[in-house]
């Protein structure tokens, strides 16, 4: 009988080979860590080691050209390591403080922007869009990327009062957009139906089993099997769009935008938080969302000029409360704050207005 073969280990690659050499032996050793400058992190060790960490912000969709430029840049001026951080910004490291300016010149000589440490906006987190998905509704890394042109400046200084993370999503459902400010997609009409198709391409019970508000029955259609939608119940969610794509939701005209506030993971000191809807019907206007940009910049405007130090944007709006934020960022209170779901009984207490 043939040897089994040993399996191929495609996960992720053991991270210390790649690891700064100081940065290993002083793992799990540090003492403290300072703030010299916006983008510029410097670590000590207990041994009385340091290491500055410049961060720079890449459009996460890089090409071979550009990463060859970013690592000639890291053999030359840095000590030959690089990490990428889960916000597509690129961080050098070295050991020695003559070493940072000469870096930071280098990089944005080569016209990248240095920046995004402690109380910065940092580069918007987005998901892939047109670029690899099967069912966005808008191209996330175009909304990024107009969208940081206008905050750049929010980027490369440390001017607000905490940390400000924004995020993107390209449909409603899947990855992304949580965040404190994040926006993502929002289907305005139910799924319309190619019948043709669906017998065809789609596993009839997995898509009514993806529904969270049963509103997918089998039906025959002009003699083919194939499904139907409620649509008093449909929420529009566009769940069953990636496993039937015969029931397209994305729209033109009524795949819109939403801004979403408030969202914080949970970490060492505190509970998650959950982010609250606060623009709907957004245009989903390429190629520079002119919309959703000016409604983000009245966010930051606002949290930056009203927020006590270190407060993160969920906790300045608990602090003044909802119908000020409201004012505050010049936004309308329409239904669509409203969760009107009726399996919702147990969150209406997630609205930004009801309160029983
Ligand atoms: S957010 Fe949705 S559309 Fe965008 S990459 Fe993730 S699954 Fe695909
Ligand atoms: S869009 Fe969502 S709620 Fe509507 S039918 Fe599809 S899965 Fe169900």
Request: proline fraction near 7%; aromatic fraction near 8%; glycine fraction near 8%.
């Given at each position: 009988?043939?040897?089994?073969?040993?399996?191929?280990?495609?996960?992720?690659?053991?991270?210390?080979q790649?690891?700064h050499?100081?940065m290993?032996?002083?793992?799990g050793q540090?003492?403290?860590?300072?703030?010299?400058?916006?983008?510029v992190l410097?670590?000590v060790a207990?041994?009385?080691?340091?290491?500055w960490?410049?961060?720079?912000?890449?459009q996460r969709i890089l090409?071979?050209?550009?990463?060859?430029?970013?690592?000639?840049i890291?053999?030359?001026f840095?000590e030959?390591?690089?990490h990428f951080?889960?916000?597509?910004?690129?961080e050098?490291m070295v050991?020695d403080e003559a070493?940072?300016?000469p870096?930071?010149?280098?990089?944005e000589?080569a016209?990248?922007?240095?920046g995004?440490?402690q109380?910065?906006v940092?580069m918007i987190?987005h998901?892939q869009g047109?670029?690899?998905c099967d069912i966005?509704g808008t191209?996330?890394?175009?909304?990024?990327?107009?969208?940081?042109?206008e905050?750049?400046?929010?980027f490369r200084?440390?001017?607000m009062?905490?940390?400000?993370h924004?995020?993107?999503?390209?449909?409603?459902?899947?990855?992304g957009?949580q965040g404190?400010?994040?926006i993502?997609?929002q289907?305005t009409?139910?799924?319309?139906?190619?019948h043709d198709?669906?017998a065809n391409v789609?596993e009839r019970p997995s898509?009514?089993a993806?529904c969270p508000v049963?509103?997918?029955r089998?039906?025959?259609v002009?003699?083919?099997p194939?499904?139907e939608?409620d649509?008093?119940?449909?929420?529009c969610?566009?769940?069953?769009?990636?496993p039937c794509p015969?029931?397209?939701?994305?729209?033109?005209e009524?795949?819109?935008?939403?801004?979403?506030?408030?969202?914080?993971?949970?970490?060492?000191r505190?509970k998650p938080?959950?982010?609250k809807l606060v623009?709907?019907?957004i245009?989903?206007n390429p190629p520079r969302?002119p919309?959703?940009?000016?409604?983000?910049?009245?966010?930051?405007?606002a949290?930056?000029?009203?927020?006590?130090?270190?407060?993160?944007v969920?906790?300045?709006i608990?602090?003044?409360?909802?119908?000020r934020?409201?004012?505050?960022?010049?936004?309308p209170?329409?239904?669509?704050?409203?969760d009107t779901?009726?399996g919702?009984?147990?969150?209406?207490?997630?609205?930004s207005?009801i309160r029983f």
């Amino acid at each position: 009988m043939a040897d089994m073969r040993e399996p191929i280990e495609s996960g992720c690659p053991d991270p210390w080979q790649y690891m700064h050499p100081l940065m290993r032996k002083n793992f799990g050793q540090w003492k403290y860590h300072e703030h010299p400058r916006p983008g510029v992190l410097l670590h000590v060790a207990y041994s009385g080691d340091k290491i500055w960490t410049i961060k720079a912000g890449t459009q996460r969709i890089l090409d071979v050209f550009t990463l060859r430029k970013l690592c000639d840049i890291g053999d030359q001026f840095a000590e030959g390591y690089v990490h990428f951080t889960l916000r597509s910004n690129i961080e050098y490291m070295v050991t020695d403080e003559a070493k940072v300016q000469p870096l930071i010149d280098a990089l944005e000589g080569a016209g990248f922007v240095v920046g995004g440490t402690q109380n910065s906006v940092a580069m918007i987190s987005h998901t892939q869009g047109w670029l690899h998905c099967d069912i966005p509704g808008t191209d996330a890394s175009g909304v990024v990327k107009s969208m940081m042109d206008e905050l750049i400046d929010e980027f490369r200084n440390a001017t607000m009062p905490n940390r400000v993370h924004i995020t993107t999503s390209c449909c409603q459902i899947n990855c992304g957009g949580q965040g404190d400010i994040a926006i993502n997609i929002q289907h305005t009409k139910p799924p319309k139906i190619n019948h043709d198709l669906v017998a065809n391409v789609c596993e009839r019970p997995s898509v009514v089993a993806r529904c969270p508000v049963a509103a997918i029955r089998p039906a025959m259609v002009n003699g083919k099997p194939s499904l139907e939608v409620d649509e008093r119940k449909c929420i529009c969610c566009g769940a069953c769009y990636p496993p039937c794509p015969p029931m397209q939701i994305n729209d033109a005209e009524h795949s819109k935008l939403a801004i979403w506030v408030g969202g914080n993971h949970s970490n060492a000191r505190g509970k998650p938080t959950f982010q609250k809807l606060v623009a709907a019907g957004i245009p989903n206007n390429p190629p520079r969302w002119p919309e959703a940009t000016a409604i983000v910049k009245r966010i930051l405007k606002a949290y930056k000029e009203g927020a006590r130090d270190w407060e993160r944007v969920n906790e300045w709006i608990e602090r003044i409360g909802w119908p000020r934020f409201f004012e505050e960022v010049e936004l309308p209170f329409t239904k669509y704050h409203i969760d009107t779901w009726r399996g919702a009984r147990a969150s209406f207490n997630s609205s930004s207005y009801i309160r029983f």
